[in-house]
């Protein structure tokens, strides 16, 4: 079965420490992997995919497919990081879905 | 207009009563959704309409009886509901359904079912 696993529900660092969310999936082919943010009392928003292979934020996801995985990194974490990370990946199978992981509250302690 | 608009905000509801949702985009987006979010949960598909009709039901019970009148609305009927429907009630939008389009996300209704 298709799966996204995101391993920590909380992750606790200091300002100014690196930062790793880990995603990793299980799925056939090449899935097309997203990271949604939402902070607090904000909207669920997209922070980046990683078909575009861009750095936002300061934080960068690079697909792993060896390890099957689709980490989230930030070398300096700022104390306006924190919030919930969603890993999601699109989904196929019939019809192609978002399917959100179970999610990582990321927080930087000042 | 770049948001995702959404009402009631709150929303509480008896099991017999009958209430709406309504969800509205002015991006052009040919692609909405409704999602369920419960506490402290990642949010859940339910329904995706693309091009005005319904394209996916996540085997959703019939007591939520989504519609999309136009491309900018999207509406979600509620009917009979049972306390553990209670939760946060997302509508998204983007510009395609599938691939890899960006999701525009609401801020959500909450909807209490007592």
């Known amino acids: 079965a298709q799966r996204v696993t995101q391993p920590e529900k909380l992750l606790s660092v200091f300002k100014g420490a690196p930062v790793e969310l880990k995603c990793n999936y299980s799925?056939?082919?090449?899935?097309?992997l997203f990271w949604y943010v939402q902070y607090s009392r904000q909207r669920l928003q997209l922070l980046l995919r990683?078909?575009s292979r861009e750095s936002i934020k300061g934080f960068t996801a690079d697909l792993n497919k060896g390890e099957t995985s689709f980490h989230l990194k930030k070398p300096f974490a700022q104390e306006e990081d924190s919030a919930m990370y969603y890993c999601a990946p699109l989904t196929s199978g019939g019809y192609q879905k978002v399917t959100f992981g179970i999610g990582t509250k990321l927080q930087v302690i000042p | 207009d770049t948001e995702v608009t959404q009402t009631p905000k709150h929303l509480v509801m008896g099991m017999t009563n009958k209430k709406s949702l309504k969800c509205e985009q002015h991006?052009?987006?040919?692609?909405m959704y409704w999602y369920k979010q419960k506490a402290k949960k990642p949010p859940e598909l339910m329904f995706v309409y693309s091009y005005e009709k319904l394209s996916i039901n996540e085997s959703v019970p019939s007591r939520f009886s989504p519609e999309c009148p136009n491309s900018s609305l999207l509406n979600l009927h509620l009917h009979a509901l049972q306390p553990e429907d209670s939760a946060l009630y997302l509508c998204?939008?983007?510009?395609?359904?599938?691939?890899?389009?960006?999701?525009?996300f609401g801020p959500g209704t909450r909807l209490t079912v007592t």
């Open positions: 998204a939008s983007s510009s395609e359904a599938g691939t890899s389009y960006e999701q525009y």
């Open positions: 990683h078909i």
């Open positions: 991006m052009g987006h040919r692609a």
């Open positions: 799925y056939s082919g090449s899935p097309e």
